[in-house]
């Protein structure tokens, strides 16, 4: 079974500063998909980002990237120039390419302050 | 507009009672699931549907029911509702398939609390 953690259950950054959250996972799969999810405070599931195993290529969506280390198992979440709108919870979450099924990281917590 | 729409988004029953959480999607996915997701151990699955008719447990099905009639249709029964089941919910579709489209669509959630 897959296994996906979080390390850090809260963090926080000020405004315009860079962060990166953490996420480690553990599956015996070649082919699968990573995410990022943010939860506001409104709590809808919002997709940040995604990265399919097979790209070498680190994924990259306006401020947000990832750096992806398929041999380490790691998966983490860059934040640029964070926003006040940016503070969310964020859960990393891990689906093998066959399936359908998500496996989530406990959460982390991030707070940017004014 | 693409959704995923769940019901109610706030429920407040006493054990024992039983209730209904329904969840509805437009996209004509497959797959669809139940999450709850409580502070520290992020989204666990309950239960999932690879199509109508087709329902499996996931990580913690205890005290809950499913059933997927409907393609569009996935609701979650709470028989005899505990306040141990005191969560947030949240209904989820998607695609199947190797080729299919990766993202998952989620509902607004369900907080429910069970006194």
């Known amino acids: 079974a897959q296994t996906v953690t979080q390390s850090q259950p809260e963090m926080s950054v000020q405004e315009a500063e860079t962060v990166t959250l953490s996420c480690t996972y553990d599956t015996s799969e070649n082919n699968y998909y990573l995410f990022w999810y943010k939860q506001p405070p409104s709590r809808q599931m919002i997709l940040v980002i995604r990265?399919?195993?097979?790209?070498?290529q680190n994924a990259t969506e306006n401020r947000f990237s990832v750096n992806f280390q398929k041999a380490a198992k790691s998966f983490s979440l860059k934040i640029s120039d964070s926003q006040l709108g940016d503070t969310a919870m964020y859960f990393c979450?891990?689906?093998?390419?066959?399936?359908?099924?998500?496996?989530f990281g406990e959460g982390t917590q991030l707070t940017v302050n004014p | 507009e693409a959704q995923v729409t769940q019901n109610p988004r706030y429920l407040i029953t006493v054990t024992g009672k039983k209730l209904t959480v329904t969840c509805s999607q437009n996209m004509n996915h497959e797959y669809m699931s139940w999450y709850r997701q409580d502070p520290g151990l992020g989204l666990r699955q309950i239960y999932y549907?690879?199509?109508?008719?087709?329902?499996d447990k996931g990580d913690v099905p205890e005290g809950y029911k499913v059933s997927r009639k409907e393609k569009r249709n996935f609701p979650l029964i709470l028989e005899s509702p505990s306040p141990n089941q005191t969560s947030l919910y949240f209904c989820?579709?998607?695609?199947?398939?190797?080729?299919?489209?990766?993202?998952?669509?989620f509902g607004q959630g369900t907080r429910l609390t069970v006194v």
């Open positions: 989820a579709s998607s695609r199947t398939g190797v080729r299919a489209v990766t993202e998952a669509f």
């Open positions: 979450a891990f689906r093998e390419t066959s399936g359908s099924r998500l496996t």
């Open positions: 549907s690879m199509n109508v008719e087709v329902t």
């Open positions: 990265q399919e195993a097979y790209k070498q």
